[in-house]
């Protein structure tokens, strides 16, 4: 068995290349996702919906807001458990939707899952009928006929038919069709997926852990748990060692023996090289927290910080708002970690002047 080791500045590297976060650009939308595997769906616009902002911090100037939504709307992209993913992709997902709420032996939680739904079938049928009949339609124009309401420790509360509707998207029976503003649409899922034959289970896994580890290139074997989409990666790869750091890493081979031409990068605070804030610390040494749920008062960086990558380094951090109101990109404070050299600083503002542009809203430093 190989097992390889790296510095902890070669694993930064291989952790910017593998994002697509380097000096060669990448240049078409549709391969950009199926690089990545996704695209988080998250509406704060303090700048940018997240999504568009991880498309325009690798593709630049090129990517179009437009874009996006073209290939929403042409079915290339669907959405599934508020990511973004290559359509194509949904073959990965069939047999995992075939055997909820989860394969072999249930855990006590699944059984309860499995209850519930069971328990509320009338309803499931009601909605499908529905939405048969007349969908795509928002949640609210749906049936609550529930026996058994949900129960939680009070967020989800008096929402049975929206938590009944995610139970039935891990099932394959309805999908995301598209909004009404911020009303998420619902429709059948075979109207929305395309008909592409199921992956065997094992092998569906094993192929999306591939594609993870791909896309990160260096991510530890286990983590904990995270919604949506695994930090993991299991066995896949190749066994590493990385200096300083405990654990078992698995890092992509393919990613071995490269270097990096760097650049400087603003990032969305949800984007895939920081989201896993544990791995951000340990690669990075970086500090940092989406302040967003912090009263004003509370916070150091700002409301919607955008986390600002220089070569394989993060450096600091862009706290800005785009006050659409006036047409402007408002720059409240630019933090910078360390001493910036002039270059470093140069750079930066280059890419938020590119920002800026690419909003088509004017740059207004916070003391002009």
């Given amino acids: 068995m190989t097992l390889h080791r790296l510095s902890r500045v070669e694993a930064r590297q291989i952790a910017v290349r593998a994002q697509l976060l380097d000096s060669a650009r990448p240049t078409d939308l549709q391969d950009l996702v199926r690089h990545l595997t996704l695209l988080q769906l998250e509406p704060t616009a303090a700048v940018a919906p997240s999504a568009e ?27 599934l458990h508020s990511m973004l993913r290559p359509a194509e ?49 928002p949640t609210n124009a749906l049936p609550d006929t529930t026996l058994i309401p949900w129960e939680s420790s009070g967020w989800n509360n ?25 009303q998420r649409l619902w429709d059948l899922a075979e109207r929305v997926y395309p008909d592409v034959e199921p992956v065997p289970y094992d092998e569906a896994m094993r192929i999306r852990a591939e594609r993870r580890l791909h896309s990160l290139g260096i991510a530890r074997e286990r983590a904990s748990k995270a919604p949506n989409e695994p930090n993991d990666v299991g066995p896949v790869g190749e066994a590493v060692e990385v200096e300083g750091l405990r654990g078992r890493w698995r890092v992509d081979p393919a990613y071995l023996g490269g270097g990096l031409t760097g650049r400087a990068a603003l990032l969305s605070p949800l984007d895939r090289l920081v989201f896993d804030r544990k791995r951000m610390v ?3 040494d970086f500090d940092y927290q989406l302040e967003m749920y912090k009263p004003a008062a509370k916070r150091r960086w700002g409301y ?4 600002i990558l220089y070569d394989d380094r993060l450096v600091g951090k862009l706290d800005a708002t785009a006050v659409r109101s006036d047409g402007v990109l408002r720059v409240d404070a630019v933090h910078e970690d360390d001493e910036w050299s002039h270059s470093m600083r140069a750079a930066v503002e280059d890419e938020i002047r590119s920002l800026a542009e690419w909003l088509a809203l004017e740059l207004v430093w916070g003391d002009d």
């Fill in 304 to 307: 919607w910080a955008l986390p």
């Fill in 158 to 182: 008096d929402r049975n038919v929206r938590m009944l509707l995610d139970r039935m998207v891990q099932r394959g029976e309805v999908a995301t069709a598209g909004y009404d503003g911020r």
């Fill in 53 to 79: 902002v991880v498309a325009w911090s690798r593709l630049g100037p090129r990517f179009r807001r437009a874009d996006l939504e073209d290939a929403i709307a042409d079915g290339s992209l669907v959405e």
């Fill in 282 to 284: 340990e690669l990075f």
């Fill in 89 to 137: 992709d949904i073959a990965l997902y069939r047999a995992e939707m075939a055997v909820w709420p989860g394969p072999g032996e249930l855990k006590d939680w699944e059984i309860s899952l499995r209850d519930w739904v069971e328990a509320n079938d009338d309803t499931r049928r009601d909605i499908l009928d529905k939405l048969y009949d007349e969908g795509p339609l």
